[in-house]
C-alpha cells in the first residue's frame, strides 16, 4: 500500500519523514504552489535547468545515500518538455497530472518517457472530487493513466461528507486508484478494509 505525503522537499529529512510510515514523496512541481521545488538555473538559455542531486552527479560530488522514498511529481497543465526534465533531473517514479490534461495527452508524453528516458515511470491522474458527479470524470482515463487519484480538497468536516455519498462507488473502481484526503491513520484502515484490490494507496499534504 502506497502512502504518499506531499508537499516534501528533496533536502528533507526523508528517514524521519518514512518513520511515519510514508513511503513516497509528493515533489510539487507547479509554479503557484507554497511547495515547489525549484530546480538550479543552468544559466543558458539552450542547457536546462537541474536538480541539486543532478549538480552533485555533475561535479562528481559524493552525497550521503538517502532513504529511498517513491518519487511523485506533481504537475498542473505543464508542457511535456518541462515534465521530461523534471522526470530525469529528480528521478521520478511517477508523474502525477493535477490539471485539465486530456488522455491524448498522456497518451504522447508516455511515448516520449518511455522506454528512453525514464522506462518504468507510471503516469497517474488526479480527479477532484466535489461531488458524486466528478467520478464520471474519471472513466476517459480508465486504461490511459496507470491509476486515478481521487481527491478531496474541501475542509474535514465536509470531506468526511462527501466521502460518505462517493466512497461507495470509489471503493468499486475498475482501475488501480488511491484516495487523496486528509484521513486518519484509522480512518484509512477502514476504508481499505472496504475497499477492493484496485485501491493502491493514500495521499495527503504534509501539513494536514
Not at 515547489?36 to 550521503?64: C, F, H, N, W
Not at 498522456?106 to 497517474?124: A, C, G, L, S, Y
Not at 491522474?125 to 487519484?149: E, G, H
Request: proline share 5%; charged share 25%; with cysteine.
Amino acid at each position: 500500500m502506497i502512502y504518499k505525503k506531499d508537499g516534501i522537499q528533496p533536502q528533507d529529512d526523508l528517514h524521519a519523514i518514512a518513520l511515519q510510515g510514508t513511503n513516497a514523496m509528493g515533489l510539487d512541481f507547479r509554479l503557484d504552489s507554497d511547495q515547489l521545488v525549484k530546480m538550479i538555473s543552468s544559466r543558458a538559455g539552450i542547457i536546462p535547468d537541474y536538480s541539486r542531486e543532478r549538480l552533485a552527479t555533475a561535479q562528481d560530488k559524493a552525497t550521503k545515500p538517502v532513504e529511498r522514498l517513491l518519487r511523485v511529481g506533481i504537475f498542473a497543465d505543464e508542457m511535456p518538455q518541462s515534465i521530461v526534465t523534471r522526470v530525469f533531473n529528480f528521478d521520478l517514479d511517477v508523474v502525477e497530472l493535477r490539471g485539465e490534461e486530456l488522455p491524448t495527452m498522456i497518451e504522447n508524453f508516455r511515448r516520449t518517457v518511455v522506454p528512453d528516458i525514464q522506462p518504468n515511470v507510471k503516469i497517474w491522474k488526479t480527479i477532484t472530487v466535489c461531488s458524486v458527479d466528478d467520478l464520471s470524470r474519471a472513466k476517459p482515463y480508465y486504461n490511459i493513466a496507470d491509476a486515478i487519484v481521487f481527491r478531496f480538497e474541501t475542509d474535514g468536516e465536509t470531506v468526511c461528507s462527501l466521502l460518505q455519498t462517493t466512497m461507495a462507488e470509489i471503493l468499486t473502481c475498475s482501475v488501480p486508484f488511491l484516495i487523496d484526503a486528509p484521513l486518519t491513520a484509522e480512518q484509512q484502515t477502514a476504508i481499505a478494509e472496504h475497499a477492493n484490490d484496485n485501491l493502491i494507496g493514500f495521499s495527503q499534504n504534509i501539513l494536514s
